[in-house]
């Protein structure tokens, strides 16, 4: 069992950075690849970036590539979202994610979600 809690949003102005946490709970944290999605108000919750257990896959989606980095530290059971050159087109509530697939196309666990919000 893997229990995850989010952290870090807020409001931002465009061209900014936030940087969003994500603390695990339960010993086999570090078997999963971790990610992060994100929801728009009446959408399907949507892929953002994937990294694998160990660390050596990252994956992102398009529309994040060359702004966001995904990174985890296995000591600590986090994984972190930097999000560099906000857009408003970013505003979303945003999802830690767990699974046993290194692309992350099956999620077992989902955290509760933070909100961020880019004002322009």
């Known amino acids: 069992q893997v229990q995850l809690v989010e952290s870090g949003g807020g409001l931002v102005q465009a061209g900014g950075s936030l940087r969003l946490s994500c603390a695990a709970s339960?010993?086999?944290?570090?078997?999963?690849?971790m990610g992060w999605f994100r929801q728009f108000p009446g959408k399907e919750r949507e892929f953002v970036a994937v990294?694998?257990?160990?660390?050596?896959?990252?994956n992102y989606a398009n529309s994040v590539k060359g702004r966001f980095t995904i990174s985890r530290d296995n000591a600590k059971n986090t994984v972190d979202l930097q999000m560099n050159s906000l857009k408003p087109e970013d505003t979303a509530v945003y999802y830690c994610?767990?699974?046993?697939?290194?692309?992350?196309?099956?999620?077992?666990?989902w955290g509760q979600g933070t909100q961020v919000t880019v004002s322009s």
């Open positions: 994610a767990a699974g046993p697939l290194v692309r992350l196309t099956a999620v077992s666990y």
């Open positions: 990294i694998s257990w160990s660390g050596t896959y990252t």
């Open positions: 339960g010993r086999t944290f570090s078997s999963y690849s």
